[in-house]
């Protein structure tokens, strides 16, 4: 788990900025964070002061209202307390992504989710066929599962070319391994059913779905309803962690309303007209009321579990003993042997595997841009099992040297992994070295899903990669309708979305209303009104343009902010990254960059030309 930063767009000539889609410093933060916490563990606990290691962690701790007393240690405090918080954004993540993101869509999702299924089940068969006749194969949980933080931050300090694509791929994979991850411990790690704290936890969760329906006090009473079904579950036998997935999963998710949205820029307007506290209260709630709570929970938990909880699990899970006893009772351990080769081994074969059947029989097919070296990577370093893996240990054993010994097998196995992944990137660019960057369309013209004037198969072909903002292409659409009227039926014009966020605020929503204008089919009118008024680009604005071109305004604001819509602009955001495009408007005739003046004569005489030498863009 990790919250990485937004990085700045980088400026080139003229003032236009690069638009960055890669990795964050976060990232590496997060990850060098909790490595740092894991050597610390490692250290302290073969220290001369060792024994104080697993004295400060067994510290007792009382927690009790009344007569009801709980009492734990301060290891315990942190797996089973603090560690619910980082499964309640685990879930939160898992609520977005199937209810918004890309587990929405079947056809994005099913590479990386058949990859991540893969990546669950063949690790665990390896573990078992390893580990069996020792007796320890009920240990094979430990395999399963990736470190999404750990693994963000190896790919961050990798550094491979483009990472865009594979990130979001991985994040994705990730979503699914952490489902998995959550139903094993829940089904395989309890301590047995008892049915009446089981009944009363499914009565809280009842009640925690209703509070979205309260008017106010939602904060609070989704606090005291999650502590109480943790309680609940505790009381159930069942690791008390999943509470904080349950109460995640009924949490409300939604992009955010037309209507909120408004209300809080009228609120704004009248607080600066008169600022008073009234104004300002009104405004503080509206704001918050206009984000869903996932959203908000997200935003303000996520960058404490990045940087707070994890790294103090680690401190209290990672302090293997590797004394000279444990080193070589590790070296022949069919356990240590397995956990390093289901991680390894199993998560390498398995996502790689299965993501090579999936694209070959057509079920699937990678994103532009995405090859099988960069996936082969990937599930290289998929291999660091670090935070769940260290978490499923301190379930499946009770005995302190089979702990030592799953410890060990954890962190070698994400050593090994992060060195094999290093090697796959560098063997894989080195044999597959990236195509010039942007010299070719990566995204070949697709009439079923690309918007174009002129007929799909004419001979002549033009992409432009556009901003609304721009003033460059506003005088292109010149240029275009010239070319459009010299070639006739015979030229096909296609527009793609570059929007410069970094210099031109209203950019993005402005594709985003081309592509809602394009669910009603009237985009190419929009199109024109957009070019027209450049300084005018504001919400109200774009639903002005849309009622004086007869678009349904009020399904209009709908698909404004639509998850459909919004992943629409932002795969044409990402195919400009994978070709590094940094400036609009950018063409590529014949699926070829154009390079020189994009006045009509240029374009024309460049069209000619690309027929004269046709190259395949496939």
């Not at 977005?96 to 890309?102: A, C, I, K, S």
């Not at 841009?369 to 670090?386: C, N, V, Y």
């Not at 009439?447 to 174009?452: A, E, N, Q, V």
């Not at 929007?499 to 009118?525: F, M, N, S, T, W």
Request: charged fraction near 15%.
């Amino acid at each position: 788990m990790s919250a990485p930063a937004p990085a700045p767009a980088a400026t080139t000539e003229g003032g236009r900025r690069r638009p960055r889609l890669h990795l964050g410093t976060g990232d590496r933060a997060a990850a060098a964070l909790l490595l740092l916490a894991t050597v610390l563990a490692i250290a302290w606990a073969n220290s001369p002061w060792g024994e104080t290691y697993e004295a400060f962690w067994g510290l007792p701790i009382e927690l009790g209202i009344g007569d009801v007393v709980l009492r734990t240690d301060l290891h315990h405090f942190v797996n089973d307390a603090l560690m619910t918080l980082f499964f309640f954004v685990v879930g939160l993540e898992v609520k977005r992504e199937f209810t918004l993101g890309e587990l929405t869509d079947r056809s994005r999702a099913i590479v990386p989710v058949v990859g991540a299924i893969a990546g669950l089940i063949v690790p665990a068969l390896i573990f078992l066929a390893i580990a069996w006749p020792t007796g320890q194969a009920h240990a094979w949980g430990i395999v399963i599962s990736m470190d999404t933080a750990f693994l963000l931050g190896a790919l961050a300090i990798i550094g491979p070319k483009l990472p865009a694509r594979l990130r979001a791929f991985l994040l994705t994979l990730a979503v699914v391994d952490d489902i998995g991850a959550l139903l094993v411990i829940a089904v395989f790690y309890n301590t047995g059913f008892d049915p009446a704290p089981l009944a009363i936890a499914v009565v809280l969760m009842v009640a925690i779905a209703l509070v979205r329906f309260l008017r106010a006090g939602r904060g609070i009473a989704y606090a005291v309803l999650g502590i109480a079904l943790w309680f609940a579950v505790l009381a159930a036998g069942i690791h008390p962690t999943l509470a904080g997935v349950a109460v995640a999963l009924l949490i409300p998710v939604f992009p955010p309303a037309r209507s909120d949205v408004e209300r809080t820029a009228e609120l704004t307007q009248a607080f600066r007209e008169s600022p008073n506290a009234a104004y300002a209260a009104a405004v503080n709630r509206s704001l918050r009321e206009s984000i869903s709570i996932n959203d908000r929970l997200q935003g303000a938990w996520g960058p404490y579990i990045s940087f707070l909880v994890l790294p103090i699990f680690a401190l209290a899970n990672a302090g293997v003993h590797l004394n000279a006893e444990t080193i070589g009772a590790a070296v022949v351990s069919p356990l240590v042997w397995g956990i390093v080769a289901g991680l390894v081994v199993g998560k390498f074969v398995g996502i790689t595997g299965a993501v090579a059947v999936v694209t070959a029989t057509g079920l699937g097919r990678l994103a532009p841009g995405l090859r099988m070296p960069r996936i082969a990577g990937g599930a290289a370093l998929s291999g660091i099992g670090f935070t769940i893996s260290l978490f499923i240990v301190s379930l499946a054993f009770t005995d302190p040297e089979l702990r030592d010994l799953g410890r060990v097998g954890v962190l070698a196995a994400s050593v090994i992994a992060f060195l094999l992944g290093w090697a796959v990137f560098t063997v894989g660019d080195r044999l597959w070295p990236p195509q010039p960057v942007g010299k070719v369309l990566v995204r070949p013209f697709d009439p079923t899903r690309d918007h174009y004037r002129g007929r799909p198969d004419a001979p002549y072909q033009i992409v432009e990669y556009g901003d609304f903002e721009c003033p460059f292409c506003s005088r292109a659409t010149g240029s275009i309708d010239a070319v459009l009227e010299h070639f006739g039926d015979d030229v096909c014009w296609v527009w793609r979305h570059l929007p410069l966020e970094g210099v031109h605020a209203h950019a993005k929503d402005a594709a985003q209303a081309y592509e809602a204008a394009a669910l009603q089919g009237r985009h190419l009118e929009l199109a024109r009104l957009m070019f027209a008024n450049q300084d005018a680009l504001e919400t109200d604005d774009l639903c002005r343009y849309a009622a004086e071109i007869g678009l349904d305004v009020e399904r209009f604001l709908d698909d404004l902010h639509s998850p459909k819509v919004v992943r629409r602009v932002e795969d044409d955001q990402l195919d400009a990254e994978v070709m590094d495009l940094h400036s609009t408007p950018t063409f590529f005739v014949g699926g070829v960059r154009h390079i020189g003046p994009w006045d009509s004569r240029s374009l024309i005489r460049a069209l000619e030309r690309s027929v004269e030498t046709p190259r395949s863009i496939g």
